[in-house]
Antibody, heavy 116, light 107 residues
Framework: EVQLLESGGGLAQPGGSLRLSCAAS????????MTWVRQAPGKGLEWVSSISGTGGTTYYADSVKGRFTISRDNSKNTLYLHMNSLKVEDTAIYYCAKDGTDGTPWGQGTLVTVSS | EIVLTQSPGTLSLSPGERATLSCRAS???????LAWYQQKPGQVPRLLIYGASSRVTGIPDRFSGSGSGTDFTLTISRLEPEDFAVYYCQQYGNPRTFGQGTKLEIK
């Protein structure tokens, strides 16, 4: 069974940092592009970042470019999102997702709250 | 970046009726890399349609997608009570973007 399990969310101060993790299982992790999507409370979905299977290609939304870094460790089947210079508007549930057309369920998400 | 505009913002219909949701892109979507997601309250979004018109395995055939270029449509042929939810379109060229969502509510 394919599973994605996010962790690392919590409360951070504006200007602070957090590192999110997504542990993957049930598929060949290194074969798939992986993505982070976030959803602010009561709002819509926002694509954050994607990384190719090898980790050699990354993409970012303009809203996080220069502050967030996506990475992966294929030996540990784990996806990361390093978040620096956090802003109040980064407050959201962060989901990790596996690319593909099989409809693999996203993870349940991890809540990041940025507040002083 | 490609901006996706969904309409209407809210659609009020009754079970058994047909629902038509629109997603318009600010520029042509490459290779019809257009997907539709369903999100119910308190749940994780679920992929319904990819490639503009291909249904994910296990998704009921009352859901269908169509369109190309800049205009895309999600149609639900006969609404079931469990279909009332928020629907998002997404283009998955890079950078990716989502539409703002259409809330399908019971009339």
């Amino acid at each position: 069974e394919v599973q994605l399990l996010e962790s690392g969310g919590g409360l951070a101060q504006p200007g602070g940092s957090l590192r999110l993790s997504c542990a993957a299982s049930g598929f060949t992790f290194s074969s798939y592009t992986m993505t982070w999507v976030r959803q602010a409370p009561g709002k819509g979905l926002e694509w954050v970042s994607s990384i190719s299977g090898t980790g050699g290609t990354t993409y970012y939304a303009d809203s996080v470019k220069g502050r967030f870094t996506i990475s992966r460790d294929n030996s540990k089947n784990t996806l990361y999102l390093h978040m620096n210079s956090l802003k109040v508007e980064d407050t959201a549930i962060y989901y990790c997702a596996k690319d593909g057309t099989d409809g693999t369920p996203w993870g349940q998400g991890t809540l990041v709250t940025v507040s002083s | 970046e490609i901006v996706l505009t969904q309409s209407p913002g809210t659609l009020s219909l009754s079970p058994g009726e047909r629902a038509t949701l629109s997603c318009r892109a600010s520029q042509s979507v490459r290779s019809n890399y257009l997907a539709w997601y369903q999100q119910k309250p308190g749940q994780v979004p679920r992929l319904l349609i990819y490639g503009a018109s291909s249904r994910v395995t296990g998704i009921p055939d009352r859901f269908s997608g169509s369109g190309s270029g800049t205009d895309f449509t999600l149609t639900i042929s006969r609404l079931e009570p469990e279909d009332f939810a928020v629907y998002y379109c997404q283009q998955y060229g890079n950078p990716r973007t989502f539409g703002q969502g259409t809330k399908l509510e019971i009339k």
